[in-house]
């Protein structure tokens, strides 16, 4: 195989991930190709089967029937035998390693992305971390795994472990930032209570060195909760994969709880309802209007 930027790398998804790294890899010299389902990279289609490497970049959505990965299923048939696919999509735990199996022609692995939608290129060309999960300690895995490591953008960390611990470390960054976003709306929910003014919080919080701020404010983008293309997607599927692999009552109590939170802030700030839908169905907005209005007149009464 050629080396480095003589490689052909291949991009399978043109949305905010799979632009951003194909327009990092064009940048730095490589030759690549876009194929998506967008008419202006449609043609693409074939040319992928040429590629050396193949990064997917496609949805896995959560429904409200669970987890999906029927989109990275129908990509991998596109990359040529013996060529390398990394899948970049959020995937759950034992995903690749089922994937591996089922289609033994390539060699795949998963590289977790940790991109946000408003500072997505910045984020592909400058990452804070590359980690590649490899579904076994074979030889062909592991050449592939240096390989792919030497063509990423530079980062300061990077890790090859195995794909069940990289579809973890995925997931444990997303719900870091979720839970974040929960644990201050609470905290201004507390603040309002008190009629205190969030701005002197708010600049206290950020100066503190051991608070991690990215998502301290709890009004972002009008509304309040954590919404958003990944987080509210992610944890519904963290959740439900909690429930039925590990069965802890209080580890479940709490995630169900969060997402309970999460919901009544989104549904009362009209924030990113077409999502919160498309995970958990069209209902969840009926049941949490009918669960404030419960609210409000306790509150009534209690005033009467």
């Not at 690549?32 to 490497?53: F, H, M, P």
């Amino acid at each position: 195989m050629a080396t480095n930027k003589k490689l052909l790398v291949g991009f399978i998804g043109q949305g905010y991930v799979g632009g951003s790294y194909a327009n990092n890899f064009e940048r730095r010299g490589f030759k690549t190709v876009r194929y998506a389902l967008e008419e202006s990279y449609r043609a693409n289609k074939g040319e992928i089967k040429e590629c050396d490497i193949v990064f997917v970049c496609v949805p896995t959505p959560t429904t409200p029937k669970g987890f999906d990965v029927s989109i990275v299923k129908g990509a991998l048939p596109l990359a040529g035998k013996g060529k390398i696919v990394v899948i970049k999509s959020t995937l759950q735990p034992g995903t690749t390693r089922r994937l591996q199996k089922k289609f033994p022609m390539v060699t795949i692995m998963c590289s977790p992305e940790f991109l946000s939608v408003a500072t997505a290129q910045m984020d592909a060309d400058s990452p804070f971390s590359n980690i590649i999960g490899i579904p076994a300690r074979s030889a062909r895995h592991t050449r592939a795994a240096k390989l792919v490591h030497s063509i990423l953008p530079e980062a300061p960390f990077s890790l090859t472990c195995k794909s069940e611990e990289a579809e973890i470390i995925k997931y444990a960054h997303n719900f870091s930032g979720y839970t974040q976003v929960i644990a201050f709306n609470i905290v201004y929910d507390l603040a309002r209570r008190f009629g205190c003014d969030w701005d002197p919080i708010q600049h206290a919080v950020n100066a503190d060195p051991l608070i991690p701020n990215r998502y301290a404010n709890p009004i972002h983008k009008s509304g309040r909760g954590a919404g958003g293309a990944c987080f509210i997607k992610d944890i519904a599927s963290l959740a439900r994969l909690y429930r039925s692999t590990v069965r802890d009552k209080e580890g479940v109590d709490f995630l169900t709880a969060l997402q309970k939170k999460n919901i009544a802030l989104l549904a009362k700030t009209n924030k990113d309802l077409d999502l919160l839908k498309g995970v958990y169905g069209a209902s969840v907005l009926k049941k949490n209007k009918k669960s404030a209005r419960k609210t409000t007149n306790a509150k009534r009464r209690k005033t009467h």
